[in-house]
């Protein structure tokens, strides 16, 4: 098991940055910048949120689109890199899972059994909490003798962070991975991490997901070339433009990092819905470099919007809490970021989320301008039209790319409905500013299930 100094880190207790208590400290910067709209639409009014809002949501997507077209310069992991041998480190791989069903955890089993890493110098950590609804069975289930099964208690926070922060603060290994429930990863990418870690100033490596359904509907194509894109260009753009110590949202698995290290920082937030987003702050304030590898790991992605829209609300929730957490201390904030990674924090961080929340307004304006006329200014008249369709061709370019680089154009006639798609998730943006007022810290869990082959 575990004591209680454990379980005390692995609640983030100790932890300076945790979003434990998010409504309360410093909000000015925040509340200036509310103030400042206000002030700014008592002056310029209705002429002034036309211009502010369509500007804004065009800068968004064509930073997206610089990103994405940078990011197709990223390295590549060369199979000749991957080095096999008996003097290898210790890996702990945790493996956080709630109430999962026993085929979803059979598969995962098989699949940590396909890593190409000695198995004397693996831990892998299968966290399921006492209240598992499935724990006396996974404890049944065949295992290897380098699995362990590690239960945290049944309290607050029901998070998956707090259950990563038992495993990662109970393992005698040097780095730490952790795999979601229905994970694939590249068999060799233990491997092509360490070639990563060499470099001695590399903190955390980011591995690719890719969602790849057996056999995939409309939404998990969509969700396809969403993380294709996002994973394979985007991202790698953001640490081809910044360098070290770049602030890249790191994704909630496969992130690769130094158990030691990692310790030192103080673990996950394990009350934050969105750890993995955190944490990638966290490193960039501290000067400490994320880099991308090549490998990928394969998921599965949700097929119902029924599963979908909690996911996705936890994902943008997570984001609101990462950036006001954040902004709390503006001024330290800034100062370790620097203006120019700052503004990265800004459009990666704080425009995720507020370009859908302002979608709706952007589309009352175009209705307006389009079929009932402007009075104002001619442009203006014309500047909700071109970005609408501005919008819509650097989302749909941005994904066909991908689509073509890494898939020979599979589900590339996806790439021009991705727009539809990004109005699905303006549903869910709203439904995590609802959440973060009723119930900043609760994990909507995402259902997994077993794909028929």
């Known amino acids: 098991m575990y004591t209680q100094k454990e379980y005390k880190f692995a609640t983030s207790v100790n932890l300076k940055e945790s979003c434990n208590d998010l409504f309360k400290g410093n909000h000015i910067f925040n509340i200036g910048l509310l103030v ?53 480190p210790k890996y702990c791989v945790l493996l956080p899972m709630r109430n999962e069903p026993i085929p979803v955890v059979e598969a995962l089993i098989q699949n940590m059994i396909k890593l190409n890493y000695p198995t004397d110098k693996l831990d892998i950590v299968m966290l399921v909490d006492i209240d598992d609804d499935y724990l006396e069975d996974i404890k049944a289930l065949p295992k290897p003798s380098h699995f362990r099964i590690m239960s945290s208690e049944a309290t607050f926070p029901f998070t998956k962070p707090k259950v990563c922060n038992l495993g990662l603060i109970t393992t005698d290994a040097e780095f730490v991975t952790v795999y979601d429930a229905e994970d694939a990863p590249d068999p060799d990418q233990l491997l092509k991490v360490l070639y990563k870690f060499e470099d001695e100033s590399v903190s955390c490596v980011q591995c690719r997901l890719h969602y790849n359904n057996e056999k995939p509907n409309y939404l998990a194509k969509f969700f396809n070339l969403e993380y294709l894109t996002w994973f394979s260009l985007t991202i790698v753009g953001l640490s081809k433009t910044q360098g070290e110590g770049a602030i890249i949202p790191l994704g909630g698995t496969s992130q690769h990092l130094r158990v030691k290290e990692l310790i030192e920082l103080g673990g996950w937030d394990a009350v934050n ?3 993995d987003c955190d944490l990638g702050v966290r490193l960039s304030r501290l000067g400490k470099t994320t880099v991308i590898s090549d490998s990928y790991t394969n998921e599965i992605a949700v097929t119902e919007l029924k599963h979908f829209i909690p996911q996705r609300t936890r994902w943008q929730m ?14 330290n904030l800034f100062k370790e970021l620097g203006a120019y990674k700052f503004m990265h924090f800004i459009m990666s961080i704080f425009g995720n989320f507020i370009n859908p929340l302002i979608t709706p307004l952007l589309f009352f304006i175009f209705v ?23 919008n819509y061709l ?17 589900f590339w006639y996806m790439s021009i409905l991705q727009p539809l798609y990004y109005l699905i998730q303006v549903v869910t943006v709203y439904r995590a500013v609802y959440k973060l007022i009723t119930a900043p810290y609760k994990w909507e869990k995402t259902a997994h299930v077993a794909e028929e082959k």
């Open 36 to 88: 400042g709209c206000i002030v700014y639409l008592m002056m310029f009014g209705y002429n002034g949120l036309v211009l502010g809002l369509n500007v804004f949501s065009f800068t968004f997507f064509a930073y997206r689109f610089v990103l994405t077209i940078i990011g197709m310069r990223g390295d590549k992991d060369s199979s000749n890199q991957v080095d096999y041998n008996e003097d290898l």
């Open 273 to 275: 819905v969105t750890e």
């Open 318 to 331: 997570g984001f609101m809490v990462t950036y006001i957490n954040h902004c709390k201390d503006i001024k």
């Open 368 to 390: 307006r301008s389009y079929f009932f006329g402007y009075s104002g200014e001619t442009y203006l008249e014309t500047l909700p039209m071109i970005t609408l369709i501005g």
């Open 394 to 410: 650097l989302i749909v370019i941005a994904h066909l790319i991908a689509s073509i680089r890494f898939q020979k154009g599979k």
